[in-house]
């Protein structure tokens, strides 16, 4: 199916276990970025890329790994697992001709999220 | 501080009854706008987006977002709000040469009763 996927949709886990979330995309858009969303504060970047090896930190990136070998995947790891990252994780892309000139912000395509519970 | 604000946590608005959802912003610069919405268990859709020029904006659903300066503001409205409308509402704000970061707002809930 064409899109953004993301799994798994829900994900219950414990603390100190490491977690991984996948994002899917199958435009080849050039961008692609995690946030998570937070009850009382909006969605916050974790990390963002580029292009296939290039990844930089967003607003909360400590906690959280990254990689992507390959365009269309942007997994996010969380090496070991900790109650305050129980949260909604969105995964976003955005093709590199919606850039938006000079500033470098993209208008961006949400996958439908992946829910994460830390016991 | 930069931020984004949007003052109503929840609304509630009647079938058929117009709506308007408020965004402020503070920045030094005029920001690129965003509204994107999210119904239940879904990922957020962009609704509309102000980059330049005309400061009334339309977007899909029948949505409209007007740009004002002079308040730093970025106001969604609807003037006839469907029951399909109630789901999540978010500003976010894109800077000039801040790489590839959005700033959202904490969100807006809209309930729509019959």
């Known amino acids: 199916d064409a899109g953004i996927t993301q799994s798994p949709r829900y994900k219950i886990t414990e603390t100190g276990r490491q977690v991984t979330l996948m994002c899917h995309q199958t435009?080849?858009?050039?961008?692609m970025f995690w946030y998570r969303q937070d009850l009382g504060h909006g969605l916050r970047l974790i990390y963002y890329?580029?292009?296939?090896?290039?990844?930089d930190k967003g607003e909360v990136p400590d906690g959280y790994v990254v990689s992507r070998s390959k365009t269309e995947n942007f997994p996010l790891t969380l090496e070991s697992a900790t109650r305050s990252q129980t949260s909604v994780y969105f995964c976003a892309s955005s093709d590199r001709r919606e850039r938006i000139p000079r500033s470098g912000a993209n208008v961006l395509t949400f996958g439908a999220g992946s829910r994460l519970t830390v016991l | 501080a930069q931020s984004v604000t949007q003052p109503d946590i929840h609304i509630t608005v009647s079938e058929g009854a117009s709506l308007e959802l408020r965004c402020n912003y503070s920045?030094?610069?005029?920001?690129?706008l965003f509204w994107y919405v999210q119904s239940p268990g879904q990922g957020l859709q962009l609704l509309l987006k102000?980059?330049?020029?005309?400061?009334l904006v339309q977007g899909i659903k029948g949505f409209e977002a007007e740009f004002k300066r002079s308040q730093s503001s970025f106001n969604l409205r609807k003037p006839s709000v469907h029951w399909s409308d109630a789901a999540e509402y978010f500003c976010a704000v894109g800077l000039l040469n801040t790489g590839n970061q959005f700033y959202f707002g904490t969100g807006t809930s809209l309930t729509v009763i019959p």
């Open positions: 920045y030094g610069a005029t920001p690129y």
């Open positions: 435009w080849s858009h050039s961008y």
């Open positions: 890329s580029a292009a296939a090896d290039i990844t």
């Open positions: 102000y980059f330049s020029g005309d400061t």
